[in-house]
């Protein structure tokens, strides 16, 4: 006897016989997916969410494909975040999201570009910034010419070194004033990031290590805290990196 | 739920095993481990029969398994047998319905009350046990039961017999009587077997199951009908007791044996008889042979015999013997020369016969292929005529659920794949630069929501119907 079932005339209905049996809600009238207004926004939330993920796989492959110029890239990137950041603020979206691995794998989501931007939170340009006119150094040490970035005109990169130095003053008084919570310092280390892009492109000894720390902050809860060591770590991360951009501006 | 099986069963549980069983200890370990755990179950041996024909005395565990469907417990009468050869063969499990109760088959139940699973029919002799086995019935019991109560107060015969059978107190009477019973039972079945016709009786004699000597001998003289046609001196003999049963199942086979020793007495005797023949034969040519003998020392016969008569008829014998003897070599060559060629002939003979028999099967039975090739091809015709008259149908409608939210279902879980597909489509528009930006990430957004509240919706139905565990 190999028959794992018992052979029946209409197996079709066997199955469906007792699936009728399992089954938890009235079969003969359509399902529908909430009742009351609440479940809607919820789910309604939750659908704009992957929405926002199934947009930025597609704005991801077109910058690497080069469909899309870097600003646009920029532009349409930091809003997407912005706005699943906004999202995932509400308590019960949050609640039923949970966190984005559950939510992949409860709804059969792919999409890896896309994920992986959102566990690093900010947009490739930021991640690996890239001059408006040639490509940086560190990027192709074997190119025959490769001409120092174009000296910024004055006014603006003073104004922008001026923002820069003063994000990191803020984010280092942040850190010694005990300031441990993700959501209080990761806006300020994205802005000290976005403000050093400004002032220019070139790398840095601690940039890197500034993205490191950004993306650790990223992956962790609003209210998840650093522990001591990592504070001050990062403290001491910092504060080399603002030693290395000074000497970089002159 | 685990309760000391009694210490009298384990040691008629031990002895039955040892009779037939493969593997007794495994088989021992595990029918112990399953009456610890269910008490509603009871073992006893049986007769039973095949759908080959084949009958057998088999252990099996008869009772009740509780089981909860919807908040209520049921406990459903089954039989689970345990062939002789396991754990390498798979036990199988019957329903076993009351007179009040309907078999409902299903997923896993047949019209007979078999019960299939696949941890049945992928039973591995190392992992599958008797105690999961038993779990998983009650658990696939619990969601599709297999009984119903019956409307009307019809009872069948079948299920009366287990009526009665369930209501007998005392297992351990049965069991003994059960046992005794069983040596005969096997003696009893042996002769017999070679006749197909064994089969019905010995159904109808299973389920009679008061174990009562009247009722034995009263089958005992049903099957003996059957071995008439062979042996017509075989039924008096089998209706005595059952201990001159013995020399019944003596008497057929002796009573072919004559018939086998006659028929190879019969080719020696041709040769002997064909070897005679040529004697005659040789003598009657003898006195054509040497014509030059005198015939002039022939005297009148009253004569009594003259001496140079008799010499000279001695000379003639001794002449002729000499003759003879020269020839007989040869002529016993020609003789077996001719014989072997006989042979030969006789054998190309019958060779050809079965081949001209053979092709004569042959040539009937590709008429009967034709003939029937040809209706199956005057069918096919007729059919495909019928389904060109049809005409086209509606592939939309070609595939239905049975219900309303199946039906949604599908619906739902097309336009999830139809939309991944469209955004994929829009994704290459993009890459080739016929949409811009703008249009392509508002038209993205739309669809990816409308997508995921399908998705969400497919999976709440999956899990609500209780496809999902």
Not at chain 2, 93 to 115: C, E, K, Q, S
Request: glycine share 2%; aromatic share 8%.
């Amino acid at each position: 006897m190999a028959q794992p079932y018992a052979p029946t005339q209409y197996s079709s209905v066997s199955f469906a016989s007792s699936t009728a049996l399992r089954s938890r809600i009235p079969l003969d009238e359509e399902a529908r997916l909430f009742r009351t207004s609440a479940q809607r926004d919820l789910y309604e939330s939750l659908a704009e969410i992957y929405a926002i993920i199934v947009t930025l796989d597609f704005v991801e492959k077109a910058y690497v494909k080069d469909t899309i110029s870097q600003q646009e890239y920029t532009h349409v990137c930091s809003r997407l975040l912005a706005q699943y950041s906004t999202i995932l603020k509400s308590a019960e979206v949050a609640a039923e999201f949970k966190d984005l691995d559950s939510f992949r794998a409860q709804y059969d989501i792919e999409y890896p570009s896309a994920i992986a931007r959102l566990r690093v939170g900010i947009p490739a340009t930021v991640e690996h910034p890239v001059s408006k006119q040639q490509e940086p150094e560190s990027y192709f040490p074997s190119q025959s010419s490769t001409p120092k970035p174009a000296p910024p005109s004055t006014a603006s990169s003073a104004r922008a070194a001026a923002d820069a130095t003063g994000n990191f003053i803020t984010f280092m008084d942040a850190l010694k004033l005990n300031y441990k919570a993700k959501d209080q310092l990761h806006p300020l280390l994205g802005e000290l990031m976005t403000s050093l892009n400004a002032v220019s492109t070139q790398d840095f000894d601690g940039r890197a290590k500034i993205v490191e720390w950004l993306i650790k902050l990223n992956s962790m809860k609003a209210t998840d805290e650093i522990s001591d060591d990592q504070a001050r770590q990062l403290l001491f991360d910092i504060d080399h990196a603002y030693k290395a951009f000074y000497k970089m501006l002159g | 739920m685990a309760r000391p099986v009694p210490q009298q069963t384990l040691e008629w549980l031990h002895r039955v095993l040892l009779q037939e069983y493969r593997d007794v200890n495994r088989t021992y370990s595990d029918s112990v481990q399953l009456l610890q755990s269910y008490p509603s179950l009871s073992p006893r041996t049986s007769v039973h029969t095949h759908e080959t024909g084949k009958s057998q005395l088999l252990l099996n565990f008869h009772g009740t398994l509780p089981t909860r469907f919807q908040s209520a417990v049921y406990n459903i009468p089954i039989c689970i047998w345990i062939p002789h050869e396991y754990p390498q063969a798979a036990p199988f499990v019957f329903i076993t319905p009351t007179a009040t109760m309907n078999i409902r088959p299903g997923n896993h139940v047949d019209t007979n009350g078999r019960v299939y699973h696949p941890f049945l029919s992928y039973w591995n002799a190392a992992q599958s046990t008797l105690v999961p086995l038993a779990g998983l019935l009650c658990e696939v019991f619990g969601q599709e039961p297999p009984v119903y109560g019956k409307p009307q107060q019809q009872q069948l015969p079948q299920q009366q017999a287990f009526a009665p059978y369930q209501q007998q107190n005392g297992l351990q009477q049965q069991q003994q009587q059960q046992q005794a019973y069983a040596p005969d039972m096997i003696s009893f079945n042996q002769p017999p077997a070679q006749q197909v016709q064994y089969a019905t009786p010995a159904p109808q004699y299973e389920q009679q199951q008061p174990y009562q000597h009247p009722a034995y001998q009263q089958a005992l003289q049903a099957p003996p009908h059957v071995p008439a046609p062979p042996s017509s001196q075989a039924p008096p003999l089998v209706q005595a007791l059952p201990a001159q049963a013995y020399p019944a199942q003596a008497y057929p086979p002796q009573a072919l044996a004559p018939q086998l020793a006659a028929p190879p007495q019969a080719p020696p005797q041709a040769p002997p008889h064909y070897s005679i023949q040529h004697q005659p034969d040789l003598i009657d040519e003898q006195p054509a042979a040497p014509s030059p003998v005198r015939v002039s020392t022939d005297p009148a016969p009253s004569l009594p015999p003259h001496p140079e008569q008799s010499r000279l008829l001695m000379q003639v014998s001794h002449v002729l013997q000499k003759k003879a003897d020269e020839a007989a070599p040869a002529m016993k060559k020609q003789i077996n020369q001719l014989q072997s060629s006989l042979d030969m002939l006789s054998r190309a003979d019958s060779s050809l016969n079965r081949e001209l028999s053979e092709l004569e099967r042959v040539s009937e039975g590709s008429l009967r292929n034709t003939s029937i090739l040809g209706e199956r091809i005057a069918k096919a015709k007729s059919k495909t005529e019928e389904a060109k008259a049809r005409g086209e149908v509606n592939v939309d409608e070609m595939v239905c659920a049975e219900s309303v939210v199946f039906n949604q279902l599908y619906e739902l879980t097309a336009d999830d794949l139809a939309i991944e597909d469209t955004i994929y489509v829009l994704g290459k528009a993009l890459d080739r630069e016929r949409v811009g930006l703008d249009v392509f990430l508002k038209h993205v957004r739309t669809l990816a929501r409308e997508q995921f509240l399908k998705r969400a919706l497919v999976r709440k139905i999956a899990e609500d119907t209780g496809m999902r565990r």
